[in-house]
């Protein structure tokens, strides 16, 4: 099923039943008022939503048209995000660009930001950037959302955990970044809200493109209207998605309503160099600074500016028949204060 | 006015106003059925939460008695809780210990980490540890609870944002921050779920001694039953909490509900060396990473372990005349799974 919350005044907005191709949409505040709601009660709640979706479906009910600029992200705000970092290549290439190795551990141990979930951005909604020397970046990823996991669980059993996913824009400010992680207390204010896809599904609703714990399918990264990033999710992954919940589940339970996610999608290049421009017929990048390590690389430095005022980054990902499986992020970068 | 969350079988509990004595309470349902409603709309809910405070202590109205084993932490989950380390003595004792230099900015720009909030434990709850190996400390401090707090505020705005103070037991495993500070990305697995006090009040309950947001008064921490910390909060603060909630404000900002620690708190000794044991007449230590520090430092090797089942933590403040403000942390450890 494919479930978003709309705008509605509140802080966690209308829960609503989607369909699948997008187009119209359903209230379930009859199940849950909100999705933090169904989460809380995901065992009594998903089945009487699956229902609703069905009748969705099957067009047995009147459904209101669904605009996806109406739409929160699923969770406008959350009591957990987490992110990984699965795409070792993203790892490999930034810290190639400042000639430093890669530990051996992080091809085993997941990377992991605890990151804040106190208010996301809509999928629509303009990104603030305060001064733009701070270097702003998209990262184009995705992520998944879970029910209560136990302290402990293992990677197969963390996989029955994963309710739902979604797309995600993580907004990085890369120029406060060297700064707060040599201060070693990690990323804080290099990471302000993110946004996630107007809608989030069941794994079920991807079908084969769901293996593994990975989605097998591109994301869809456009930088300013042209094709940027178009990487596979389910290749070169380190991690999966249910490594990283146990990973997160390692030393503490996670409350219902925890999202986890991969971190930047990133390709390697087929040759065995870094992956090339979508321009170039390569995979491309789903964020700036790996564009622009790559110019160190090759070039001595770096070309492509971090994004400014009036810079637009959209998000998307397509099923084989290239419909739209979560809606689209679309978002320009405006100036705050 | 005093606020506590009773437990009634639902994950964010009952919001009741609690009498200054905390011995009688009263339901404040009719005003906001929790206390993350009752931030969510601070500005009309907190007059009729001081009105029915007001009855309380007039006993003006029929009160239940005030259990604190019966109430979560004030917020059992949380959208945000962002932990400073505003007492650099802490830092660079534990520095001093591995002989490494405190970096100048930390006496200008706050160190501050994104914890996990999406389940804190009870204020009697027992602390679950999976591996004596991990480390397990405590970590006595204070906290405030904010309402939205605009990006970009300076401190002396953030000061007004201050809407209530609680108690911390910010429960750490200092066996794992080794690795993952390496890693670059933070603490995660390092720190699970922390225990706030029973009851969280508005500042104005600490009278003369709340100045420049920090409270000025000593810490009382207890390790299995013995005198462990007496650490005076408002005595070598580096950042007040209006500091750090203005540096979490600086890039985006803060959602109504958001948690702000000052870190351990952590006084210097009187003769400029670092502080003695409660036992020989000092303030002593917050933590015990800090009194291993010092045993490194005098006698070559730490002899104090970390906590193991069957070790208990009771962390509280008294005010002039002796009386439990917060209430009392008292936690014990137990073996997980």
Redesign the interface.
């Known amino acids: 099923m494919k479930l978003a919350t709309l705008k509605n005044g509140t ?1 966690d907005g209308k829960l609503v039943v989607v369909s699948k191709d997008l187009t119209r949409c359903h209230p379930a505040d009859d199940i849950a008022p909100t999705l933090q709601a169904a989460l ?1 009660d995901w065992a009594a709640s998903a089945p009487r939503l699956e229902a609703l979706y069905a009748k969705v479906e099957q067009q047995r009910i009147e459904c209101q048209p669904f605009n996806q600029a109406e739409a929160h992200s699923p969770l406008p ?4 995000w ?1 992110d990984g ?1 699965a795409y070792i290549n993203h790892v490999e290439l930034v810290r190639k660009a400042r000639d430093a190795k890669v ?1 051996e ?2 091809y085993s ?1 997941p ?9 996301f951005l809509a999928p629509r909604e303009d990104i ?1 950037l ?1 001064d733009p020397s ?1 270097g702003c970046d998209m990262e184009g990823e995705v992520a998944c959302i879970t029910d209560d996991v136990p ?2 669980v293992s990677p197969a059993e963390a996989a029955d955990h994963i309710k739902l996913l979604m797309l995600v824009n993580d907004v990085s ?1 890369r120029g ?1 970044i060297p700064g707060e ?13 993110s946004a996630f896809s107007p809608v989030a599904v069941t794994p079920d609703e991807l079908g084969d493109a769901w293996q593994d714990c990975l989605i097998h399918l591109p994301l869809i990264v456009d930088f300013n209207g042209e094709p940027f990033g178009r990487a596979q999710v389910g290749q070169d992954a380190t991690f999966n998605l249910a490594d990283l919940v146990a ?2 589940a ?6 219902a ?2 999202i986890i996610g991969s971190g930047t999608i990133s390709n390697e290049g087929g040759d065995g160099g870094p992956g090339k421009p979508v321009s170039e017929g390569g995979a491309g990048y789903s964020c700036i600074a790996e564009i622009r390590t790559i110019e160190m690389i090759y070039d001595g430095e770096a070309s492509t500016p971090f994004m400014q005022a009036g810079n637009r980054v959209r998000v998307t990902m397509e099923d084989a028949q290239g419909n739209s499986i979560f809606g689209v992020i679309d978002q320009t970068v405006v100036k ?2």
Chains 1, 2 share one sequence.
């Open positions: 802080r809380d705000r959350a009591y957990q987490a970092s530990p551990s992080f141990d990377l992991m930001y605890q990151g804040g979930s106190d208010g603030p305060g701070w302290m402990g400010l406060l992680l040599a201060k070693g207390f990690g990323f804080f204010q290099s990471k302000p809200a990973h997160a390692k030393t503490r339970k996670l409350a309503g925890t705050a204060g």
